[in-house]
């Protein structure tokens, strides 16, 4: 168990960090693990009051990159997150203004399932990868959706592609 | 391509190498021993009795059936009496499909012999023996040295008079034609670089100062879009669209250069690393867990492919859930059998490296036009980075430092690039323009 743990420890120096999903305090993140962190695993998720990662040099390594790193993906849960801390990077998703519409009852408004955030969060993380390699998005549009989940409202997204 | 070798009335017909003579690899065989070495083999006892050997990725796959068998998919489908005859033959991709038959196939009674297995014919009863032969109960021990020289061996061995190497810009292919010159082999290789001009990006830059490094001649070859581009005939023998566009890219151009009496290097597999990244990450945060990992396992390959997720949430959207499960147990199974191997790292890292690897030597194993060797499958190479201990495997954040442990003289360029893959845009099956 001691050799486990020990391990557990020193996979946090081999670990990339290339996602972060900043949470304000130990609760939330709490939160985001149990319900959202397990439909996409690639992010680490810390907390603003220091309690996560519990992996001590995992958390570290979070603060480093935080401050370093101009090409990190920051996933933004409440942004008074974030008053006191200095982020290198640009490349920030805030998700509070989605979030609050779901609470709200009012128009426009997302109904977010701990899948979807997951998905969202993946597909920000992605963009580059979008940016810089080819997607063959337009044919796949135009030719391919799967008959399996072929339905009258998401149709009409065929013709921002055409 | 298939060898043929005899002792005492037995039979051997195999692809690849033989890692023993004939006579004891025959004994270890019908012992239950299964060799470790690369290559892909049929052992013919007599009529009524054969054992089918594959390699630890199966390297060179075979098929079978109650009375047949082949190396190539294509020939023994094609010997085999198709019971739904509205199928069509060879048109039809979820019946080709390639590298497993699915139970729901036409062909279902064509069986391939499992990654690093043995399997016994005799009197028409089948016995399947299931070896796991890349993951040690120790750490390696071997030295690097040790290791460095048997790779750079194997190099020398297989060399052939004509050679061509792909490069990409990348880790692995550099690697190789790094020891390639090292060993002043540069002479009899011709090496080639697919690039497109349709491509938002493409790795002209790398590969143009790695060759400068390694002071070889470099020809970049035009791949307007990869995807379809096999001839009619192969094109009629395989899918309709290929689904490996790097290997039907380097296919496209030995067949356009006339380059097929070449032997033709990949750098495929590497040093075993595949998405280490998601699992680490999740082992640093909630800690080993297997019936997680399983679930990864199967979410990042195949009909899910770059879901990162650990849950079940994508039976939702299968209509073979039964199929899914066998997947998730499939890799339980390879995790428990992992349990022997104390690094606990290198077991998150390495479980679905036998089957990845599988897949992707695949659809290179089937061509019989061109012959091609994949020098990072040996054996001894990466069975050596597999029980290496983990913490030598990452250095600053780098991945791949293997190869600079192995050759520290080598160019550090292609660490100064993201991975990118092969940026030629896939052809479209309705739409190539």
């Known amino acids: 168990m001691q ?20 949470c304000k305090n130990e609760s939330s993140a709490k939160h985001y693990l149990d319900y959202i962190y397990d439909h996409n695993i690639d992010v680490i998720v810390a907390s603003m009051d220091g309690v996560y990662p519990k992996n001590k040099i995992l958390k570290d390594q979070v603060d480093f990159k935080l401050k370093t790193d101009s090409k990190l993906n920051v996933i933004l849960i409440n942004a008074d997150s974030i008053n006191e801390l200095k982020i290198r990077t640009d490349r920030i998703l805030v998700l509070d203004d989605l979030f609050l ?5 009012k128009p426009y408004r997302f109904k977010f399932s701990p899948q979807q955030v997951a998905f969202l969060i993946s597909a920000f993380c992605k963009q580059q990868s979008y940016i810089k390699n080819e997607t063959n998005v337009t044919e796949i549009f135009q030719n391919q959706k799967p008959s399996t989940v072929s339905d009258k409202e998401t149709d009409w997204i065929k013709g921002l592609y055409s | 391509m298939i060898n043929k070798t005899q002792y005492n009335g037995v039979t051997v017909l195999f692809r690849g190498t033989l890692p023993t003579n004939t006579q ?29 050997v594959t390699d630890h990725f199966s390297t060179y796959p075979i098929w079978y059936n109650q009375n047949d068998y082949d190396f190539f998919y294509q020939d023994i489908a094609k010997r085999t009496e198709i019971k739904t005859k509205e199928e069509s033959f060879y048109n039809e991709r979820k019946v080709m499909g390639g590298f ?28 399947i023996i299931k070896h796991d032969t890349l993951i040690d109960s120790l750490v390696s021990s071997n030295g690097v040295e040790e290791v460095k020289t048997n790779f750079e061996n194997f190099i020398a061995k297989n060399c052939a008079e004509k050679n061509v190497l ?138 899910h492919r770059r879901s990162a997720s650990v ?65 990072f499958t040996n054996f001894n190479f ?30 550090t360029i292609p660490w100064e690039y993201a991975k990118s893959g092969l940026g030629i845009p896939a052809s479209s099956k309705y739409n190539a323009n």
Request: aromatic content about 12%; proline content about 4%.
């Open chain 1, 3 to 22: 050799k486990v743990d020990s391990e557990f420890q020193q996979v946090a120096n081999i670990t990339p960090i290339k996602n972060i999903v900043l």
């Open chain 1, 101 to 105: 519409s779901a609470w709200k009852p």
């Open chain 2, 24 to 52: 004891d690899f025959i004994q270890d065989v019908c012992r239950g021993v299964k060799p470790r070495g690369n290559y892909g083999s049929v052992v013919v006892l007599s009529d009524n009795e054969r054992y089918y």
């Open chain 2, 100 to 127: 497993t038959v699915s139970d729901m196939s036409p062909f279902k009674e064509i069986k391939r012999v499992p990654i690093d297995s043995i399997v016994h014919v005799k009197d028409g009863e089948t016995k």
């Open chain 2, 166 to 303: 792909f490069l990409s810009g990348g880790k692995d292919s550099t690697t190789i034609a790094h020891v390639v010159k090292k060993l002043g082999l540069a002479n009899k290789f011709r090496f080639l670089s697919l690039w497109s001009p349709k491509a938002k990006q493409h790795e002209k830059e790398p590969v143009s100062r790695i060759a400068s490094h390694l002071d070889i001649p470099v020809e970049f070859i035009e791949v307007e879009y990869s995807g379809r581009i096999f001839d009619d005939e192969t094109n009629a023998r395989f899918f309709d669209f290929w689904t490996e566009n790097t290997y039907s890219a380097k296919r496209k151009a030995i067949m356009d250069l006339g380059l097929t009496d070449s032997l033709c290097w990949s750098g495929e597999v590497g040093v075993g690393n595949m998405q280490s990244r998601y699992v680490l990450q999740y082992y640093a945060q909630k800690g080993y867990q297997k019936d997680k990992l399983a679930r990864f396992s199967v979410n990042i390959c195949g009909t």
């Open chain 2, 311 to 375: 849950t079940d949430h994508a039976l939702e959207y299968l209509d073979t859930p039964t199929e899914y499960e066998r997947c998730v147990n499939h890799f339980e199974s390879v995790l428990d059998n992992f349990d022997r191997h104390p690094d606990v790292i290198n077991r998150i890292l390495f479980h679905r490296l036998k089957d990845e690897s599988a897949f992707r030597v695949y659809a290179y194993s089937q061509d019989d036009k061109i012959n091609w060797i994949h020098p």
């Open chain 2, 382 to 411: 990466i069975n050596s980075c597999i029980n290496w201990p983990s913490s030598i495997k990452f250095v600053n954040d780098r991945d791949k430092n293997i190869y600079r442990l192995l050759w520290p003289e080598m160019t």
